[in-house]
């Protein structure tokens, strides 16, 4: 049954994101505010040094660090207290020798001061007169002027996902806006005579559109926009007409539902005949997914996806999601899968040669996760919802053992 | 330094929990479009069977199993092919023993059918005539009618927060508007007299609001709805004021600065002023976020976060996430930390009693995932744009070893 013939997933993909290297990528220049998870376009370089001045860390007294050297609770140091800083000033004058200035975490050094001595580690002897109880090294507590960040720094490079900590990075050197990739989109067409809308009522043999609901969270969740082009009947003209619109203002094209053999050489047509270079492959030696078809026309990756809920779900994560990389301008050097670690339940057979993608659940029993395989059918959504993510036997691996440690790849 | 009498994080963040666990939720109905992300605010019960009749998994004959007992490629078992049945259409036939009839994937099985021959375990011999080369056993390739929802099955508890493949469940039964928890509202309340916005240059002695861009975007990703109220100055009243405020028509308020000791009293003496029960905890066995204060005022949680943006990403993901989880109406019985596992690059020392979150970038070398401290103070925001992740020391260890393995916590 199982194709020697097909590709390894891996080696599909990589048919795909080499007929798509040379995409030009758009872009967009937009405030940085809720550019939560965008992709940057361009290196960006302080033009600022960050802080743009010496400051504390702790409240405390600024101070010459030379003049606590040898200070200890039983042989203190006497310094004398000048002034205090006071937040967002600058410190008017300047500390000679035995000189302390009060300073709040956050507030600037003044001349002459190369440390801070912590509160807690000073004892108020008179209005302008402290013991030091502990010495402080040179540079102690003190954050310095372009320490965090210097002019001409290179902050982010192009292609980074934006995370919270880089757009808190962006505003504190006063970049309010930044050219990023648009969003990649999507378009989704779903076929097949038998599928109808989630609003309208099903008669016996008919089916309601389940994967376009699917493949549009996970699209949005990944930072493309998914655009459903709706339900088309499994015909050569209709379906080449809806691509072809389809192909007209966006980056991909996924047709879900349309592969198995009633229907596959058809859509496996329609691509080769809208254009080049058409389908760079049919089947993958992967379960469940095997009837993808993958295609390139015109620099745009058209996708047929099998019609399976979970072929969908695992399609997405292997080709989908890679691709969509790629066409938001990530540089996908250094992208780690999130995983769960967890213990195999049972133990679960592979065919050799083949990727397995086997649903499962968590469940905890003293203390010790055990991953637990769903065994329905993949054309059952239901094994999706009560599964909390997806364990991969490679194709070198016969199957995993109970008790085997394995990594959960969580939705 | 380190104050034993603190509470761990995971003690303080009960005592917040515990003050808001009687709270009301609001909900609202929403069309099932783009709700990904939200949390059902009751059990989803279908009303209909999905399937809504037995299907064909594969493309080939439906037939009853019984007359393909014993089939072998040498000694093929001879079928009549009766008709063709087309997607979405029920079938008006009824199959007779040693009958059977084409099938497409998906399609409808006909009365007197009890599973499906693949295509390519059948022989044509004529136009009505093939051999069946394999026996099929009884449901194989048969999705039963209700196999996967069955009518009055509760498909998504109250309480979940809805993936892509949940939608498309529900897209599946028909249900195109559900009723979810609304987004919790967090408003942040910069302080500091020596904060400006990131648009206004700055000063010797000011640096610009990082924190508040940080926070808005950890909150947006994590499901809820950020208001930023602005920068205000370390004053008494105007605090007092703004936060009675930001009470009004928010869930939660997170004061980004205010906590050291300059200020952290009178964060204190506000939240204890405004309302009952106050501040229940001021410090916390943590590093960086020693200095937290938290406070829940009639049922609103009040934190003052540490002015550290390494602290507040801490904060984040120990107080305000599982806070907001609770707001959002999250049922946390099952929350799992997704993470990368990598081993130590270097020894790192931690202080007994203290649970030290360390910031870390994955390297990969000859293979292995190596997490490499980044050593910088927690007051640099470049230390968490350069790391990747975050590995907890737990409280009751003195530290990690050099090629110990470690569950990095992606950001």
Redo the contacts between chains.
């Keep these: 049954?199982f194709d020697k013939n097909y590709l390894l997933p891996s080696d599909a993909l990589n048919l795909i994101l080499k007929a798509i290297q040379d995409n030009t990528l758009s872009t967009e220049r937009l405030r940085?505010?809720?550019r939560?998870?965008r992709i940057t376009a361009s290196d960006i370089v302080s033009s600022?040094d960050?802080?743009?001045?010496s400051?504390s860390?702790?409240?405390g007294y600024a101070l010459n660090s030379a003049d606590t050297f040898g200070a200890k609770e039983n042989s203190p140091a006497y310094i004398t207290v000048k002034k205090e800083i006071?937040?967002?000033?600058?410190p008017d004058f300047e500390l000679k020798k035995g000189e302390a200035a009060k300073i709040?975490?956050?507030?600037?050094l003044p001349q002459g001061a190369d440390a801070v001595l912590m509160?807690?580690n000073a004892q108020i002897v008179s209005d302008d007169m402290i013991e030091v109880m502990k010495s402080v090294a040179p540079n102690e507590n003190v954050?310095h002027k372009d320490?965090?960040?210097k002019k001409g720094e290179t902050?982010?490079k192009k292609g980074h996902r934006l995370?919270?900590?880089?757009?808190?990075?962006?505003?504190?050197?006063?970049?309010?806006e930044i050219e990023v990739y648009k969003k990649p989109v999507i378009a989704i067409i779903s076929t097949?005579?038998?599928?109808v809308p989630?609003?309208?009522?099903?008669?016996?043999?008919?089916?309601?559109?389940?994967?376009?609901?699917?493949?549009?969270?996970?699209i949005?969740?990944h930072g493309g926009i998914p655009v459903k082009k709706g339900i088309f009947s499994?015909d050569y003209e209709i379906i080449k007409d809806v691509i072809q619109r389809s192909l007209d203002g966006s980056d991909m094209v996924l047709i879900s539902g349309g592969t198995?053999?009633?229907?596959k050489d058809m859509t496996s047509m329609i691509i080769n005949d809208i254009g080049k270079p058409g389908v760079l492959f049919h089947g993958v030696s992967l379960k469940p997914g095997k009837p993808l078809i993958g295609g390139v026309i015109d620099g745009r990756p058209v996708l047929g996806l099998p019609?399976?809920?979970a072929a969908v779900?695992v399609c997405f994560d292997l080709f989908i999601k890679p691709i969509m990389d790629k066409l938001s301008g990530l540089d996908s050097k250094?992208i780690?899968?999130?995983?769960?670690?967890a213990k195999m339940a049972k133990n679960i057979a592979s065919a050799a040669g083949r990727e397995d993608h086997i649903r499962v659940y968590?469940d905890?029993r003293k203390g010790e996760m055990l991953a637990v395989p769903i065994l329905g059918?993949s054309?059952?959504?239901?094994t999706?919802?009560k599964a909390?993510g997806i364990v991969v036997i490679p194709h070198d691996k016969l199957g995993l053992d109970a008790g085997e440690e394995v990594?959960v790849n969580?939705?």
């Design positions: 049954m940085i505010e809720d939560y998870g600022e960050l802080p743009g001045f400051r860390t702790v409240d006071f937040m967002g000033s600058i709040p975490t956050g507030g600037m509160l807690e954050i320490e965090d960040i902050v982010l995370r919270a900590q880089d757009i808190g990075a962006l505003a504190g050197i006063g970049i309010t097949g005579d038998e599928i989630p609003d309208k009522s099903v008669n016996p043999g008919q089916v309601r559109d389940i994967n376009s609901f699917t493949l549009s969270g996970l949005s969740e499994d198995s053999a009633g229907t019609g399976h809920p779900v250094m780690f899968v999130k995983t769960v670690r968590i905890e059918k054309g059952l959504i239901t999706l919802v909390d990594a969580f939705f």
